[in-house]
């Protein structure tokens, strides 16, 4: 066992991928010399050589482009999008042909990529470094879409994600590469390297893709959250007193609606979590299945807590960031429905 | 107001319009065997020329001539025209099949047969191919079975992408083919990944990224020329120019520069214009660029000057913007008329063993599409399961489908 940072854990996850698997190869901006802008990809060229970790030239849609091809051909690439805001270029090649490459030739040829790209905000990143687009993805059929919520589980979930056989969306919350945070900005930060979930295996060792996690065991209220998030929701559910379950997805495609149900079942009422815009946000999705499912056994509405339907502000950000106090209003409002 | 007229937007028009003249006058045509041939480790400044000019083997009176020519044999001439009038048999019945409703969409290669035939036979086994919509030659070249293919475009039971793709969106591994995507040119930078992915591996195989000329202006066509070159991979980067993209004339995608091959010299790779009717010129073209790719010399681009004679697809009308009889002017002719004469001149060919080879590729081409039609047509006979929809959308079907599927009574 290490402590390790988020970061730490994702390069761990592909050191040991790489050192298991000659065909997985890395690659994209900054990633190889450098070491990736977020330091992600640090070390494995050096390891590997350039040949499996090298930088490419400042184009989103070739990145994704070539590792279709490469993918095609036999390897495992592993990509890096330098901020999940730069990859709407490369949307096209990840949305209408990764993900459908497998189906469209009826398995003559597969497409087992990785994406990694940070998101989220809370880092003062203004609109062009802070978005969360997980519902661009999970909408797309083929596709499978992680967000990690801590080192332990970015590792295990980034090494399945490198062997798995289909495309997937590895969305790393930038807020928590280096340590846990709840939301009060004010607040000195703690680091992973004080947190159990700091704790990583430093060999092999994975977590199954769509597989939630409760984080928090409770009775009066579910809490549905992922990322950053689920630490902002333990934080509101500490400072309420109120007695929520707290669920972690971890992974968004598949999701996994029998951690779910059961445990709306149990305490009949819902609060969904997430730091993306409101509207057609993967919260509608979660809030829709929770209806299907447990509609007999609700007491109250399922409320929503998300950002702001704008585009992310850079001075205004803590106004925008969905922290305690906002998941806290909604809570109460749940309580007493 | 300063000292200059205001600005004016300037849209290219093509020299005609219906009613008009047919006008080739810009398609400067260099003589068969003018051009020359490079060693293949030239050094891609020294032959800037050739993105300019056109390579030509065959000239007016069917002779093989200059330094690109005296590469095939017999015996590889006439396979090569048999499959070019394979290719334009199979073409003239999926048509009329579309016509009878069997299917809802064709597009043929009417015109364009001598390119996509020609190359298959430069590469190797296992070398891949990233095609676009006009290059079924590729498969029919590479020995690929009609009937399959036709069951692709009926969408039958028997159809090997189980009625998921639009007819012609074929597949195949085996064959070098990699599945047709309808977005345009998300395929040419896949190409090159692939054989970046091969010199990785130090593997002896090569890729072929494919291109209309229209496509040209796709963000991911210059994506694919920066990686290529960036890399050096090895993968031919073949522009088929038809002169026209659906009804837009290729000048609207060319732009100002002088010749879509002329985009590969920006970025240091070697570009050669190639008559793309001429099956013996683009055979030559091809096995130098395959040269370079498989010498670890990095990439090529291609253009083939060629023309559409057909419609973009069945859903195409082109006698709305270019004239009737424009195809009959064009200067670099049939490419399986002319591969007929020289192999004539040969002394290996005559008018009657060709009307012999079209029955017999006739008949051929007849019993495939029966023996295809007895699988089904798109509105007609045997369709695959509905339960195939819900099948390959992952490795193993998620829950979230598997509860779709059994909604849908499968």
């Known amino acids: 066992m290490a402590r390790m940072t988020m970061i730490e854990a994702v390069r761990s996850a592909m050191d040991v991928s790489m050192a298991r698997n000659d065909d997985v190869v890395v690659f994209g901006e900054d990633v190889g010399y450098f070491g990736g802008v977020f330091r992600c990809t640090q070390g494995l060229q050096a390891k590997y050589g350039k040949t499996r970790c090298f930088d490419t030239p400042i184009n989103e849609s070739g990145i994704l482009g070539a590792a279709i091809g490469m993918a095609a051909y036999g390897l495992k690439p592993c990509v890096e999008i330098q901020f999940a805001d730069y990859m709407y270029p490369a949307y096209d090649q990840i949305t209408q042909e990764a993900a459908r490459i497998r189906y469209r030739s009826n398995g003559d040829f597969t497409c087992p990529i990785v994406v990694r790209m940070p998101t989220g905000g809370g880092i003062f990143g203004g609109q062009t470094h802070s978005q969360s687009p997980e519902a661009l993805f999970t909408h797309v059929c083929g596709l499978k879409v992680i967000v990690p919520s801590n080192p332990y589980d970015a590792k295990g979930l980034l090494i399945s994600a490198i062997e798995d056989p289909d495309p997937v969306i590895f969305l790393e919350p930038k807020r928590l590469y280096n340590g846990p945070f709840d939301g009060h900005h004010e607040k000195p930060v703690t680091p992973w390297s004080k947190h159990e979930q700091g704790e990583v295996p430093e060999g092999y060792y994975t977590i199954p893709i769509g597989k939630a996690d409760i984080r928090r065991q409770g009775s009066a209220v579910t809490v549905v959250a992922y990322g950053t998030m689920v630490h902002v929701a333990l934080a509101a559910t500490e400072e309420t007193g109120i007695d929520a379950e707290v669920i972690d997805l971890r992974s968004l495609a598949p999701i996994d609606l029998a951690t779910i149900v059961q445990s709306v079942q149990k305490t009949g009422r819902c609060v969904v979590v997430h730091e993306a815009t409101l509207t057609s946000g993967f919260g509608g999705e979660v809030a829709a299945l929770v209806q299907e499912h447990c509609f007999y056994h609700l007491e109250a509405p399922v409320v929503r807590v998300a950002g702001w339907d704008t585009p992310y502000p850079h001075a205004q950000e803590w106004d925008y960031f969905p922290g305690p106090a906002r998941v806290g209003r909604a809570l109460a409002e749940v309580m007493e429905g | ?410």
């Open chain 2, 1 to 410: 107001m300063g000292d200059f007229a205001p600005l004016s937007l300037h849209v290219p028009e093509p020299a005609v319009r219906p009613g008009g003249a047919p006008d080739f006058s810009n398609v400067k045509i260099p003589k068969a065997g003018s051009v020359p041939r490079p060693i293949v480790d030239v050094a891609p400044e020294e032959i800037r020329d050739l993105a300019y000019s056109i390579i030509r083997v065959l000239n007016r009176d069917g002779e093989a001539v200059g330094p690109w020519a005296g590469v095939l044999t017999d015996e590889e001439i006439l396979t090569g025209l048999r499959d070019m009038m394979r290719l334009r048999a199979f073409d003239a019945r999926m048509l009329m099949a579309q016509r009878q409703g069997k299917t809802s969409f064709y597009m043929q290669h009417l015109g364009e047969e001598a390119v996509s035939c020609a190359f298959r036979k430069a590469l190797d086994k296992g070398d891949m191919n990233f095609p676009t919509y006009r290059q079924a030659g590729l498969l029919i070249a590479d020995g690929y079975p009609m009937v399959e293919m036709m069951n692709q475009i009926f969408s039958n039971e028997a159809d090997p992408l189980r009625g998921r793709q639009l007819p012609i969106m074929y597949s195949s591994k085996e064959h070098g083919f990699f599945t047709i995507s309808g977005n345009l040119a998300t395929q040419y930078v896949q190409a090159v990944g692939w054989a970046m992915a091969s010199a990785i591996k130090s593997d002896g195989k090569i890729a072929a990224a494919w291109i209309g000329d229209g496509s040209t202006a796709e963000s991911d066509f210059h994506s694919a020329l920066v990686f290529a070159s960036t890399y050096k991979a090895p993968v031919i980067l073949n522009i088929v120019n038809n002169q026209w993209a659906i009804s837009t004339f290729q000048g609207i995608a060319r732009g100002g520069s002088g010749t879509f091959a002329a985009r590969g010299l920006g970025f240091g790779i070697p570009a050669l214009r190639v008559d793309g009717n001429d099956y013996l010129a683009v055979y030559a073209v091809a096995k130098w660029a395959a040269e370079r790719a498989r010498r670890n010399l990095g990439p090529t681009v291609i253009e083939y000057v060629t023309y559409r004679v057909g419609a973009h697809s069945t859903s195409d009308d082109p006698s709305a913007y270019r004239p009737k009889t424009e195809s009959e002017s064009w200067p670099l002719g049939d490419p399986v008329l002319r591969l007929k004469k020289h192999l004539i001149i040969r002394g290996v060919w005559s008018e009657e063993r060709h009307a012999q080879a079209e029955a017999e590729i006739l008949d051929e081409v007849i019993q495939a599409q029966k023996e295809a039609e007895g699988h089904g047509t798109l509105h007609a006979g045997g369709r695959p399961s509905v339960r195939d929809i819900f099948e390959g959308v992952y490795a193993e079907m998620p829950a979230h489908i598997r509860r779709q599927r059994q909604k849908a009574g499968y």
